[in-house]
């Protein structure tokens, strides 16, 4: 596998940009590995500056339900395009876009777009603490919501990858505010909770940045009535489950209706879009109605929104989610009897399209278990598959992502790797 074009140009990529890098994880430390850098994706296939063609299971960690490259999304951005790229002022397309999400995610009765996810879990929390005078918040230990100061406290995702416990630059008094309870543990929620003074809890309902965890029998509904027993805010954040686990998202699957939902990746359709929204009441307290700012130069952009509501119209045509259902469980089987076969200890979690495979003996139910992995025996199983021309996340504590562009052929070719991997 020739590596000569990539080298070069992550060796000018260090000379300008932190780590050669513009997101910590696409560095590969934790594996031993260098990045890749890609020149092109085309459907389920990425190929580097080397020509080396690899199955991507990562799809822009999570954005590309569809595949790359994918035809009736780049039609629709050229339409976009040609009207124009960006009006800082209101156009149709957010309407629609706002509609069609409402329409996919009822309990968002009213939408902010933004750009990305980190701002809208960050609008979300403002919003809340606005609503409800309140200012302290929970969250998840391991659980990942976006770089903002606040939620930079037992984060899992990049942070668990490079082994940061926190980061440098968070004041004290961002982060005083911000409680972490375990993952699945609904008593020390209700204990928190029962105080009347929690403005919010922000929780992954499926979580993908400590590697995949699904939530516990019945923590959803519990997290729900324990939070409207006192008034605090339940938000969802959805920005890697919406549209993903079900084309409403894990609210739909789980059944369960937070007061506000964070939303992203998937309903930008390719490009940078996310939005926030929920009960009517909480978000008429956003400006220009109510005292709580936010603003975004670029928030509904509308090559972002084209492309986004697009990406939604196609996920709701019949047999979508049937598709990514079957695809998703053949992988995570796959993965399964390969590793067992081999004797390696495992978990392979998985909910819907996205999964993860822990090299652990398991169970793996919250961020404590999840760090009982063998991250060195992942990346060793990493470089093998990278040479073995299957693209994973470079992180044992990241989620992978299965498209609608995958075949029945890619998966047997991915579990074939990774049988000789094993």
């Known amino acids: ?104 995610v009822p309990s968002m009765e009213m939408v902010r777009a933004v750009s990305s996810g980190t701002e809208a879990t960050m609008s979300a929390l403002r919003l809340a603490r606005g609503f409800t005078g309140r200012a302290k918040i929970i969250k998840a230990d391991g659980g990942y919501h976006g770089h903002a100061d606040c939620l930079l406290v037992a984060a899992g995702s990049g942070a668990a990858t490079l082994g940061i416990p926190g980061s440098a630059g968070v004041p004290e008094g961002a982060a005083k505010d911000t409680i972490i309870v375990p993952f699945n543990d609904l008593p ?34 519990g997290l729900r009535a324990i939070t409207a027993k006192f008034g605090t805010v339940l938000i969802f954040d959805e920005v890697m489950t919406g549209f993903r686990v079900a084309y409403g998202g894990a609210q739909e699957r789980y059944r369960i209706k937070p007061d506000l939902t964070t939303i992203g990746k998937i309903i930008g359709g390719g490009l940078p879009a996310a939005a926030f929204g929920g009960r009517a009441d909480i978000m008429q307290k956003l400006a220009p109605l109510g005292p709580v700012y936010q603003a975004g130069t670029l928030s509904g952009n509308p090559l972002a929104m084209a492309a986004g509501l697009k990406a939604m119209e196609i996920l709701g045509r019949p047999g979508t989610y049937e598709r990514l259902e079957h695809l998703g469980a053949r992988l995570g089987d796959g993965l399964a009897a390969a590793a067992k076969t081999a004797g390696v200890p495992h978990v392979v979690n998985r909910v819907g399209s996205m999964l993860t495979l822990f090299f652990a003996p398991g169970p793996i139910t919250d961020y404590e278990s999840a760090k009982t992995s063998d991250t060195k025996r992942f990346g060793t199983f990493f470089r093998n598959m990278r040479d073995r021309g299957v693209f994973l996340p470079p992180s044992q504590f990241e989620a992978a992502f299965v498209s609608l562009a995958h075949s029945d052929e890619d998966i047997d070719q991915i579990v074939a790797a990774a049988t000789r991997s094993f």
């Open 1 to 104: 596998m020739s590596t000569h074009n990539s080298q070069a140009i992550f060796e000018r990529a260090k000379a300008l940009i932190p780590g050669g890098v513009n997101s910590p994880v696409r560095a590969c430390r934790s594996v031993g590995a260098d990045p890749v850098f890609v020149a092109q994706g085309d459907g389920a296939y990425i190929w580097d500056a080397d020509g080396n063609k690899y199955i991507d299971l990562i799809g822009s960690w999570g954005p590309l339900i569809l595949g790359h490259a994918h035809r009736e999304i780049l039609d629709t951005i050229k339409e976009a395009l040609a009207l124009g790229t960006t009006f800082g002022a209101p156009t149709e397309i957010e309407v629609k876009f706002a509609e069609k999400l409402s329409g996919a």
């Open 188 to 221: 020390a929620v209700e204990k928190l909770v029962s105080g009347g003074d929690i403005a919010a809890i922000i929780i992954e309902p499926v979580c993908g940045n400590m590697g995949l965890v699904e939530p516990a029998p019945g923590y959803l509904e």
